[in-house]
């Protein structure tokens, strides 16, 4: 089979040398003659597993011994009920501000309405058909908000905030799903992140959440116990059973990023994978985004073609040659192209000579 470059937005790639690895131990993970599917996940074994993942992620992502690393179920949508359920001490009375750049963050506001009144606090703004998104310093946040809630990465429109919160003496939440090791941070910046798993860590059903202790100490009682931080932290992510194969995988995940040189390293060619998809964009009249560079995306590349009436054949085409799921979410059409960590250079250069290719002929 030839190589396929799959441009998933999520469940997203995964590293082939971790795939080959799983392939590998599958049927007889450690020499037990079972798989690590079918052990339990109390078994001295897989706590080993557990506690690795999150020693690799820690190191990766360089978390103060302050926070507390939780792996749950429920994804990034079940975060948008718990942050508020976890955080607002019963009092529905409470506001809480939302940073609304785009779908995702928007969704987090609705659901969060089930809770408190939050805010929904605009920073998009358009300027000559550019779409960018306004500097920290100019967000409207009220005084009294419990919390401070965003998405850095907006997965389907495309849109970045690279630059790191801070305000005083406010709780900074942020919905991390397609952002999350894409770059190094300083988690200091932050009180929560979350980020479900396969958009740039592994397969879908685990959900990781690093949390400043201290929350966890406030977090309220009326959460559902699989939501409740302070249940989930006592028993060790154990509370009820893992997804133990999602975790292991993840863990494959961390160890292969470490062995890429860490985030500093994916970063550097995370920037060089997204700069040579946009050049391509910019040098042409065929293809267009219209976001401010400050605000464009690194993991997800969202782009038109001037002439929509072609978008069926870029795709077809695209696909025969093992370019795979390109369409942009049906929100906003066009194009989508996710490179996350897993993507290698090589799938974006086929992908940028596949564009001039179809340029030159049907342009
Ligand atoms: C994919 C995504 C979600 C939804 O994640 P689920 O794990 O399906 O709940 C939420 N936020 C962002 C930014 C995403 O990219």
Redesign the pocket.
């Known amino acids: 089979m030839n190589m396929v470059y799959n441009f998933s937005?999520?469940p997203a790639m995964i590293p082939i040398d971790v795939l080959d690895q799983a392939q590998k131990e599958l049927k007889n993970w450690n020499q037990l003659g079972s798989s690590i599917m079918e052990i339990s996940h109390r078994s001295e074994e897989f706590i080993q597993v557990a506690l690795e993942a999150e020693k690799d992620l820690r190191d990766l992502l360089k978390i103060p011994d302050s926070f507390k690393v939780l792996f749950c179920q429920?994804?990034?949508?079940?975060q948008f009920s718990a942050v508020p359920m976890n955080l607002l001490n019963h009092s529905f009375s409470k506001t809480a501000d939302y940073i609304n750049t785009g779908y995702?963050s928007n969704?987090?506001l609705i659901e969060a309405k089930k809770y408190c009144i939050p805010s929904s606090i605009h920073i998009k703004k358009t300027t000559n058909e550019i779409i960018s998104l306004l500097p920290i310093s100019q967000w409207n946040i009220n005084k009294n908000s419990a919390y401070i809630h965003y998405?850095p990465?907006?997965?389907i429109e495309g849109l970045s905030i690279y630059e790191e919160p801070s305000f005083d003496n406010k709780i900074i939440i942020g919905?991390f799903?397609?952002f999350i090791l894409s770059r190094s941070i300083n988690i200091n910046n932050y009180d929560l992140i979350y980020a479900?798993a396969?958009?740039n860590i592994g397969p879908?059903g685990i959900?990781i959440i690093i949390i400043r202790d201290k929350l966890i100490k406030c977090s309220s009682n009326i959460s559902p116990s699989i939501l409740d931080y302070q249940k989930i932290s006592q028993h060790n992510s154990m509370f009820n059973t893992p997804p133990t194969f999602a975790w292991y995988l993840s863990g494959l995940v961390f160890k292969w990023l470490k062995k890429q040189g860490g985030l500093k390293k994916i970063q550097i060619l995370n920037t060089k994978k997204s700069n040579l998809l946009y050049q391509k964009i910019d040098d042409s009249e065929f293809y267009i985004n219209r976001i401010d560079k400050k605000n464009r995306s690194q993991m997800n590349v969202v782009f038109h073609l001037i002439n929509p009436k072609l978008n069926n054949i870029f795709l077809k085409e695209a696909h025969d040659l093992g370019l795979t799921s390109l369409k942009g979410h049906c929100i906003i059409g066009g194009m989508r192209a996710s490179l996350y960590n897993a993507m290698p250079l090589e799938g974006v250069k086929s992908l940028v000579r596949f564009m001039s290719y179809f340029e030159n002929r049907y342009g």
Do not use: F
Request: aromatic share 4%; glycine share 22%.
């Open positions: 937005a999520g429920g994804g990034a949508r079940g995702w969704c987090a998405c990465n907006e997965t919905d799903s397609s479900g396969q958009k879908a959900t």
